[in-house]
């Protein structure tokens, strides 16, 4: 049983389309991170959300906290090809990280 | 700044063998983190190492051990290798005592197979 729940599991979209992907819990973590993994590469850290309630903003990216600390939201504003990949979540609580499994993203031109 | 380098980034082995991987962090970082990848489960924490000593320990069974040198660099191990230890090993590093309080640096990983 994962920690952290991602949905959806797969998304394919066209591209100039908007998308929402989400990580939930049940546990209150300190801090939520999003990456993103490209095939054979490892994970790229996109934004660490800390408080509660926080929005951050990345280009078209825009991450949100949930106010209990619990879960996460990523939106994404007109999709590009560029944008493809799995996208991961990752939790901090009691001094370590854990991860959900991951949205696995594709967007066509 | 060179990112954080894994080697070798493929092996094949044979169940029952042990096998040994490398990670050098970026430099000046201090936490060595190691994740099992897979389809079905996503990532799952191994160990996390910082100045030579484990903090941290995921579910795994003992034949995944690991350790840290005094150059940060980390190896982690493997043996009586079975079937399902097929996966991509990750290893991160992060400036921070602990990985919840910094950013992880992945590296590649290393793309283990056993038949």
């Known amino acids: 049983t994962q920690l952290l729940e991602q949905s959806p599991q797969f998304l394919s979209i066209q591209e100039g389309e908007n998308l929402t992907v989400y990580c939930n819990s049940s546990s209150v973590f300190s801090s939520l991170q999003w990456y993103r993994q490209e095939p054979g590469e490892g994970p790229v850290l996109l934004v660490t959300v800390v408080t509660g309630g926080e929005v951050k903003k990345l280009k078209r990216l825009t991450f949100q906290f949930g106010d209990a600390r619990k879960d996460s939201s990523l939106h994404i504003t007109a999709a590009q090809p560029g944008d493809t990949g799995l996208y991961l979540c990752?939790?901090?609580?009691?001094?370590?990280?854990?991860f959900g499994a991951g949205t696995r993203l594709t967007v066509k031109p | 700044k060179a990112g954080v380098t894994q080697t070798p980034r493929y092996l094949i082995k044979t169940r029952g063998q042990q096998v040994t991987l490398s990670c050098s962090p970026i430099s000046g970082h201090r936490s060595v983190s190691w994740y099992q990848q897979t389809p079905g489960q996503g990532l799952q924490f191994l160990f996390e190492y910082f100045s030579e000593t484990q903090r941290n320990k995921g579910n795994f069974p003992g034949r995944f051990s690991g350790r840290q040198f005094s150059n940060s660099r980390s190896e982690m191990n493997v043996s009586t290798l079975e079937l399902g230890d097929s996966a991509l090993y990750l290893c991160?590093?992060?400036?921070?005592?602990?990985?919840?309080?910094?950013?992880?640096?992945f590296g590649n990983g290393t793309r283990l197979t056993v038949t």
């Open positions: 990752a939790g901090a609580s009691n001094n370590d990280m854990r």
């Open positions: 991160a590093s992060s400036l921070g005592v602990s990985s919840y309080n910094s950013p992880l640096h």
